[in-house]
């Protein structure tokens, strides 16, 4: 089946540093999206892409959905501690089957006072 | 608080013991997910329902696992015969029409099982 690989796989940054973190895959996917799951919790989704190239934001977030579909970055401005938890992108092959929802390992980010 | 909710939060049980976990979804979604995810890993689907027909399953639902919604409301997953390597989080989400070619699932915050 379809696999996505995230990167990296953590990450430690100082409160108020910008990150960025990606997902690459080797099948074209028509929607990318971006959730966060804190401890003990469910993911929660973040970030929405629909279109190859579109960028959009969601406060101090950012997400792109490759030009080849076959990657998307998310990218957080400016950390805060509540920052913390694990990041997964979740790609869609094809539209009508939101059970070919395929989710990456997840990056693990840790904010540092 | 309108979202999707499990019962129980945590299991613990011995192997060979049967558990059920317990999914409300969000009330005007039709479409319910169950995904299991085990540490360090996202999660991976098993199986999907829409209203009262589970329309699609996974392959890492063995004979042991089944999943119902009776009612097309609340759904139930039961595990028979448990094994060690039924330790997880099991998550269960929901969507309706409107998210239903964006993916856009709406999650529960799991239910997670240790099989001693």
């Known amino acids: 089946g379809q696999q996505l690989n995230q990167s990296p796989q953590s990450m430690f940054i100082q409160e108020g540093e910008d990150v960025s973190m990606n997902c690459t895959s080797s099948?074209?996917?028509?929607?990318w999206l971006w959730y966060k799951q804190d401890p003990g919790e469910g993911p929660v989704l973040l970030i929405a892409l629909y279109k190859a190239g579109e960028l959009t934001s969601n406060g101090r977030l950012t997400a792109q959905f490759g030009i080849t579909r076959k990657d998307s970055f998310l990218n957080i401005s400016a950390s805060i501690p509540s920052d913390v938890g694990i990041y997964f992108c979740a790609g869609q092959i094809s539209s009508g089957s939101a059970r070919q929802l395929t989710f990456g390992s997840g990056t693990q980010l840790t904010v540092l006072p | 608080d309108t979202g999707v909710s499990q019962d129980p939060r945590h299991k613990i049980t011995k192997r060979g013991q049967n558990v059920t976990f317990r999914c409300d979804p969000i009330s005007e979604h039709n479409r319910l997910y169950w995904y299991r995810q085990t540490l360090g890993q996202g999660p991976e689907f098993l199986t999907y329902f829409q209203n009262e027909a589970q329309l699609e399953k996974s392959r890492l639902l063995s004979d042991r696992f089944s999943a119902e919604r009776p009612k097309g409301s609340f759904s139930t997953l039961e595990i028979q015969r448990t094994e060690q390597g039924d330790s997880a989080m099991y998550l269960c989400?929901?969507?309706?029409?409107?998210?239903?070619?964006?993916?856009?699932?709406?999650f529960g915050e799991g239910s997670r099982l240790t099989v001693l």
């Open positions: 099948s074209i996917f028509n929607t």
């Open positions: 989400a929901s969507l309706g029409d409107r998210g239903f070619n964006t993916g856009e699932l709406f």
